[in-house]
């Protein structure tokens, strides 16, 4: 796993590999209540798995009534 990540992303990384195989849009409020996380620090988090070179590609995709995010494997 990647050193330079927070254990924040760490867990959000997981979290979307885990269930991208089966779902393809993530809302940071529904990760969040997964993780025990606000979905602000989500979307902050998910920032740097975007720009980071990751097994899976995450685009951000909606904003009604929280972020939506794409993620593809």
Request: proline share 1%.
């Amino acid at each position: 796993m990647a050193p330079d990540l927070t254990s924040k992303q760490r867990r959000i990384l997981e979290y979307l590999r885990n269930n991208a195989a089966t779902k393809t849009y993530f809302k940071s409020r529904l990760i969040g209540n997964e993780l025990g996380m606000t979905a602000k620090e989500v979307g902050s988090n998910i920032t740097a798995l975007q720009e980071g070179d990751y097994d899976i590609e995450i685009e951000k995709w909606g904003y009604s009534s929280s972020t939506t995010w794409k993620v593809d494997t």
